[in-house]
């Protein structure tokens, strides 16, 4: 049994042709799709739906990821292993939160050849990723596929500031029902601000709580959402659609302090 | 081999992490995505989902359910046993119709410690429901994770009424081609109408027919669904959009009879 | 192993109950999605969806196809068998193109007693393909269930014209990014106009290239998808939406050619 999962932007259809070659490799692997209903070419929106959920995967676990506008062009194809845990997909910093949650990171360049029979300039994921992570999945040493390196392109979710009086922070990813995650670990709010205290945005206040149902139905709450950031919400409704912010907008946040 | 399925309103990325977690405690799970598009915080409408596939299921199949809009309050984690199948969600009626579908009922209060390393307030989805279930399917017995209850929240589809002239029913889930299914069991409605009869609604009229193409393109149809509800759909064509009939509405429907 | 694809115009929910399903009849079916929102009853649609795939897949895979607004009528239900491969589904066109590109194809007109304790007339999906396909995958014969036959409907994806001036096709499928796919094949583009070639549709200019990373952000672009077909896309962005073309809609492509 290995674990080898997908998140991409690509929709429905395209998946499929790397599933298909995946099965065609490793018939036993076992594919989990994480998303594939990022927003077209957000890197950071892709980085964080694989960070939200890597460290609930198994040891040997390989994440396949690809947001990648610069498909064709001369950006590299990479593998990384972190903790017990592989990523392969484009070179352009989409895997890096991921891995590095898991710990030291040792970064790989693929050498394409050899991994498909013809490698298209449009369908990286379905002619160079999904064969390198399936080759993986079945014992193959990444040195035989690839070699390793120290240059390639990193990313983090940092930039926010804590003030006395308010918070700014970037909008890192609005899940399917409208919540608003943004790019502040919640050890860093809890650090700052006490369950209880009174926030606002845009004019409009929200309690610091727990739980979604802390509120009424249809209120605004704050909180850290199960994938350990600081997340505005409405209580069974739309943050997204309440407060006009969508992926990559900034944010401040006002509190009042004792 | 064991059957683990997932009905959920979360749309993308908050189902893998379920996953994840079923695969690190058994890699031998296969997980079956029912839906995670059931409209957010809709009960009726998720147990309606759950309950038009179960019977098509291997015994020992595994049903997590999660439509939560109470996770973080004081409501229960129920494990429900029915038939040779299991079901795993929240104590909210959700899970209740599926199971008494298929027989006798047991119900389960799960004891939430040793479940997960930490429980969050907001995603018990991942954190106590996919485990539970995951260590029923390792051949777990449930009174390690569980103990017997009788108090637990119901849930049926009724509530409709059958009258000379008209029907009153309730609109329990439109489906992603815009059929309006409801309330009323398909033999219900054959103890009282033949094949053939015109009905009305909202002013319209349809006939009552046994497949969709009975009626030209675009034109209103009522049938029987392949889920065994009486339901009104449009040939190659949405019912809901043309009716204006959303999941929840009343619906009344006329009916001339000899 | 055996793997069993299914693509449809369902949606969600429906879907699952086709799984279960098959894995009631053979439990180690490893099933995949290829699409189930393949726009309702458009029957090319679909078969442009498989055919994209079907030559990813390994030896032995089983594909259900379901896009069957004819369901309950009285059109044939097929398998076919093409290459190593075996298609199952409606007789109305859909899984032709795919199994003519595996190769030479065999018919089977399914005899529909005994795949189903009952077989409802709107649900052929899971009542009469995912049976016949899990009994195929199980390894029964396929004269057990069908009977060969030289009778059924065809489709191909023919019908463009490329002069000197200018090229006119058919959009045969629009994929999630918004790129317009026609119907004609790479290779007769390819025969006919060179890579750097200035195109035009509706008046806005694109240049021919081999990859969407060729022109800036949110230009159009032309290139060979990596499905193989002509394809008309806008470089992080949606060239449907920019050019108002959908699928089965007739593009006019204008071109300079020395």
New interface residues.
């Given amino acids: 049994?290995s674990?080898i999962?997908l998140t991409t932007?690509?929709?429905?259809?395209?998946p499929?042709?790397m599933?298909?070659?995946i099965?065609?490799i490793n018939?036993?692997a076992?594919?989990?799709?994480?998303?594939?209903?990022v927003p077209?070419?957000d890197i950071r929106a892709g980085a964080f739906?694989l960070y939200?959920?890597?460290k609930?995967?198994?040891p040997g676990?390989i994440h396949i990821g690809v947001i990648d506008?610069?498909?064709?062009?001369d950006r590299k194809a990479i593998i990384v292993k972190a903790g017990d845990q592989w990523f392969v997909g484009p070179d352009n910093g989409l895997l890096i939160p991921s891995a590095r949650l898991l710990g030291a990171i040792e970064v790989y360049e693929i050498m394409e050849d050899g991994l498909s029979e013809r490698i298209?300039?449009?369908?990286h994921g379905?002619?160079i990723f999904a064969p390198a992570a399936a080759y993986l999945s079945n014992g193959k040493d990444v040195l035989e596929i690839a070699r390793k390196t120290d240059d390639y392109v990193g990313m983090d979710f940092s930039g926010y500031t804590i003030e006395k009086q308010f918070i700014e922070a970037t909008v890192v990813y609005v899940?399917?029902?409208g919540n608003i995650i943004t790019n502040i670990p919640g050890e860093k709010i809890l650090d700052e601000i006490e369950v209880g205290t009174l926030l606002s945005v845009s004019g409009r206040q929200m309690p610091f709580l727990?739980?979604?149902?802390?509120v009424s139905k249809w209120e605004l709450v704050a909180?850290i959402?199960?994938h350990g950031f600081f997340e505005i919400a409405v209580?069974?409704g739309s943050a997204s659609r309440l407060l006009h912010l969508a992926n990559g907008n900034s944010i401040r946040i006002g509190m009042s302090r004792s």
Avoid: C
């Avoid at 076992?30 to 209903?37: A, E, L, R």
């Avoid at 506008?69 to 062009?73: C, E, L, M």
């Fill in positions: 049994m674990v999962t932007d690509f929709g429905s259809l395209y499929a042709s599933k298909g070659v099965l065609s018939p036993d076992t594919i989990v799709d994480i998303s594939h209903s077209p070419t739906a939200s959920v890597v609930y995967f198994p676990t506008p610069g498909v064709g062009s298209s300039s449009t369908f379905r002619d899940d399917d029902f727990n739980t979604y149902s802390g909180l959402g199960s209580n069974q």
